[in-house]
């Protein structure tokens, strides 16, 4: 990785490793291992946290403490990890939504969205049937993460000990935990089978990015991203979904997926290929391979600022872009393994400008 004017806006993923740490909220369910980043003290104060994580449990997520709320709306999202199969999870999952405490379940790669506010938990993973496991995101609008639970099956004692624990451990909590005096009782008697919420929750379909043949409606969702002849390059996946705020209850971000496999430049077209957009974006490179989390398997090189000052990427890592910066063109180099590209923008429709 060069060092630059922009080098600061690089992040490794590694930096949110908690050594020591993981076994905080391992239970059952929850992720094998994940890095989890956010705005207060990984992202340049940008209003977002965000993580990305490896799953192969059974069970509850947070026995016990669920559900749960944030002050800021966020978008929960569940991806396979096979490249040549976009539609497939290899697992199912069992959520809950609403006060209502409404269960829904899907076995496909999938969106949560939740309004800030807004009920959700308990997760359960009932089944995970492929080999390696899938993969879970989070992408919340709040800088400093922030939960109060309000499950009914931690004590007194318990909660005070969780909040001992980390005063003592030296780490500072990657989250402001607190708890509700009104407690909410998850069983068999009190949870709903309505379809109040089944809006909520959107599946990952694979869009036409690449096709180059998108209707006025979908190119006025992309910007100028299309315009001017510009057209995806081989770096770029086939199997990207797009999703935008008037496909998230309103939320206000819109992001992509998708896992690449192809070296080659993502964008072709007139000039040097470099845009800005209105808000803040974050680009995340994951590696896709569950026994080690900080391997990303490819080399990667983007362009930031309007010098086209040019970053090498060759490990999992959050590319900062503040509003207006001007950044691109992105291409990998060359690909061991399938890498998987997050970008996270944080507006409702993906606004962007060519610059040169």
């Known amino acids: 990785m060069a ?29 094998d291992v994940n890095r989890w980043l956010n705005g207060r003290d990984h992202l340049e104060g940008v209003k977002l946290n965000f993580s990305w994580g490896f799953y192969t449990g059974l ?6 403490m669920d ?20 539609e497939y999870l290899g697992a199912k999952i069992q959520y809950c939504l609403g006060k209502e405490l409404e269960i829904h379940s899907f076995d496909r790669p999938s969106v949560i969205s939740a309004p800030a506010g807004f009920y959700h938990c308990p ?5 995970v049937t492929s080999p390696i496991g899938y993969s879970f995101f989070i992408i919340s609008l709040g800088a400093d993460p922030t939960t109060r639970w309000l499950g009914d099956g931690l004590t007194d004692e318990q909660i005070q000990e969780m909040k001992e624990a980390w005063a003592s451990s030296g780490v ?17 008697e009190t949870v ?24 006025s409606t979908e190119k006025s969702r992309y910007g100028e991203m299309f315009k001017n002849g510009r057209k995806p390059g081989p770096g770029l996946t086939e199997n990207a979904v797009w999703m935008f705020g008037n496909d998230l209850r309103g939320i ?29 974006e974050v680009l995340v490179f994951a590696g896709t391979e569950p026994s080690d989390i900080d391997y990303l398997g490819a080399e990667i090189q983007i362009d930031l600022g309007s010098e086209h000052e040019r970053y090498i990427i060759d490990e999992p ?8 910066l001007a950044h691109n063109p992105i291409v990998t180099r060359w690909v061991d393994k399938p890498f998987g590209v997050l970008m996270m923008s944080l507006g409702a429709r993906h606004e962007t400008t060519h610059v040169d």
């Not at 069970?59 to 016990?64: C, F, I, L, Q, Y």
């Not at 971000?253 to 845009?275: D, E």
């Not at 890592?317 to 207006?324: N, Q, T």
Request: charged share 15%; glycine share 10%.
């Open 192 to 215: 709903t089978h309505g379809h109040l919420y089944d809006d909520y929750i959107k599946p990952l379909i694979p869009n036409t990015i690449t096709a180059g043949q998108l209707s």
């Open 317 to 324: 890592a959050a590319v900062v872009i503040p509003a207006g």
């Open 172 to 188: 500072k909590p990657p989250m402001n935990s607190s708890f509700g005096k009104k407690r909410v009782h998850v069983s068999e």
């Open 3 to 31: 060092a630059g004017k922009y080098k600061h806006l690089i992040k490794p993923l590694k930096i949110a490793e908690m050594p020591g740490m993981e076994q905080a909220f391992r239970n059952t369910g929850n992720a």
């Open 123 to 127: 997760s359960v993973t009932l089944d």
């Open 67 to 86: 559900p749960h709320v944030h002050p800021y709306p966020e978008c929960l999202v569940f991806v396979g990890l096979d490249p040549n199969r976009p």
């Open 252 to 280: 206000d971000v819109n992001f992509c997926w998708g896992i690449h496999t192809q070296p080659g430049i993502w964008m072709r077209g007139p000039g040097k290929g470099a845009h800005v957009h209105p808000v803040d």
């Open 59 to 64: 069970g509850d997520w947070h026995p016990g």
